[in-house]
């Protein structure tokens, strides 16, 4: 469930016309529902209530500070992959024993702060990064709550740029390496390991890949239990996939039926790591067109979104719902099925101002007629948008908003020109 609706052929963000957003606030300009947000934080809560679970909300999905002091209000937690999204949620008021630390390349001054701030347990992905860990507490005179990340080479059948569970990836360890370190690190003084981690892929739209990984995952806390590691938490990451077309991916509950028994059998409290699933579909882009253009048998729609807004379609070549924000009298809004012909639409590529070729939101997509000055929305812009932006072109960021209700709240300004050449040290007089 979102609460992107059409009313009286109008686009709304909950109470509020995205038109409104769009003349008051120019675009490109990204919208998020914040009722949307906590609806799917309540059913991540209770899918798994059994499990006593912590939602690290996955902060890389998205950054904003408006999104997290959402989430951190709600009662749920982080996981974050630098210094900086740390610092991040710590500016939103999210606290730091209810954040994970992840990812492959952390450094000693981050692992330093991590260690001040108190944060939950790091997601450990290396030998060298355990002793990193071990060393730098030790320098702190602490000792480091960490979790090892088991790679348990499943497969999700997910985009490969997004599938990180396969034994080839380069994340985590494989769980005859995540055993042998495990072993060693019964004589480490500086960490305690109370959790074991398993992230297995994003987009993941089947429970089979995540039955898998339970299976294996309940077996390994089974091994370091037995050498004396005090494993509290089943960390299960993150990657439900959520309906990019409609339809296509599982609801919470049919993945937490499979997941719940399996690590209910360990006694642990359940932590997960959900980023698209919570802000996904809570977001979408907002653009105008510029120009129409024909090119032989194509017709371009040149609107002023581009790869630097949203970058999936032209990284993955993902797809997003792209309808107009006001739609004519008759027309479905947005229709269920964008295969195959629309009555009433032409056929349109959707792209930006970027000078490369691979700039465009959409390919061939059925849309009404539509003209200069019209104002399109871009659907599941929420969740890896507006964080993946770049100035590329020279192209001030878009504005952020947050809508509740019938409240739109300015959560990020647009960029202006002077934000992009301001950290630029050469003299030019
Ligand atoms: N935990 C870990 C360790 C992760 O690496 C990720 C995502 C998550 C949690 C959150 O996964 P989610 O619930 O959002 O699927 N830019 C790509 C997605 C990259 C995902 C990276 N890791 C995209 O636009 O599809």
């Known amino acids: 469930?979102?609460?992107?609706?059409?009313?009286?052929?109008?686009?709304?963000?909950?109470?509020?016309?995205?038109?409104?957003?769009?003349?008051?606030?120019?675009?490109?300009?990204?919208?998020?529902?914040?009722?949307?947000i906590t609806h799917h934080l309540d059913t991540l809560n209770k899918a798994f209530k059994t499990l006593n679970p912590l939602v690290c909300y996955s902060v890389k999905a998205n950054s904003n500070l408006g999104i997290l002091k959402v989430v951190g209000e709600h009662g749920d937690g982080f996981d974050v992959v630098s210094g900086g999204e740390l610092g991040r949620v710590l500016k939103a008021g999210g606290t730091a024993d209810r954040t994970v630390f992840a990812g492959v390349g952390k450094t000693d001054p981050e692992i330093a702060a991590a260690i001040q701030a108190g944060v939950l347990m790091f997601n450990v992905e290396s030998e060298e990064e355990l002793a990193a860990i071990n060393r730098v507490a030790e320098s702190l005179g602490k000792v480091a709550p960490v979790a090892l990340r088991v790679n348990p080479d499943v497969d999700p059948k997910?985009?490969?740029?997004?599938?990180?569970g396969k034994k080839e990836s380069k994340f985590g360890m494989d769980i005859d390496r995540s055993l042998r370190l495990a072993q060693e690190a019964v004589h480490m003084k500086h960490i305690t390991m109370i959790g074991m981690h398993m992230h297995i892929g994003s987009q993941i739209t089947t429970?089979?890949?995540y039955g898998h990984?339970?299976?294996?995952?309940?077996?390994?806390i089974g091994q370091l239990r037995a050498m004396g590691h005090p494993i509290k938490w089943y960390n299960m990451g993150g990657g439900f996939g959520i309906a990019y077309r409609g339809g296509e991916a599982k609801a919470i509950k049919a993945f937490a039926e499979v997941i719940v028994p399996k690590v209910a059998t360990t006694g642990c409290r359940l932590a997960m790591e959900p980023g698209r699933v919570v802000v996904g579909n809570a977001g979408i882009l907002v653009s105008q067109v510029i120009f129409t253009k024909k090119s032989g048998d194509k017709r371009f729609l040149i609107q002023d979104a581009a790869m630097n807004d949203l970058i999936r379609p032209s990284l993955y070549e993902a797809f997003h719902r792209i309808w107009p924000v006001h739609v004519a009298e008759g027309l479905a809004c947005p229709p269920e099925n964008y295969e195959s012909e629309i009555p009433g639409t032409e056929t349109w590529d959707?792209?930006?101002?970027?000078?490369?070729?691979?700039d465009f939101l959409a390919k061939d997509r059925h849309l009404p007629r539509l003209?200069?000055?019209?104002?399109?929305?871009?659907?599941?812009?929420?969740?890896?948008?507006?964080?993946?932006?770049s100035n590329y072109n020279t192209r001030p960021r878009a504005a952020e908003i947050l809508v509740s209700g019938d409240k739109?709240?300015?959560?990020r300004r647009r960029e202006t020109f002077e934000d992009l050449v301001g950290p630029e040290l050469i003299a030019l007089d």
């Open 207 to 209: 429970v089979e890949p």
């Open 213 to 220: 990984a339970a299976e294996k995952g309940v077996e390994i």
């Open 1 to 36: 469930m979102d609460h992107f609706n059409y009313r009286n052929h109008e686009l709304y963000c909950e109470d509020v016309r995205v038109a409104d957003l769009a003349a008051r606030y120019g675009t490109p300009l990204y919208i998020y529902s914040k009722a949307t």
């Open 408 to 411: 739109a709240q300015l959560v």
């Open 371 to 389: 003209a200069t000055g019209d104002l399109l929305a871009t659907f599941s812009a929420g969740a890896y948008g507006m964080v993946m932006a």
């Open 350 to 358: 959707i792209v930006g101002p970027v000078c490369e070729s691979g």
């Open 158 to 164: 997910t985009h490969r740029y997004i599938s990180t």
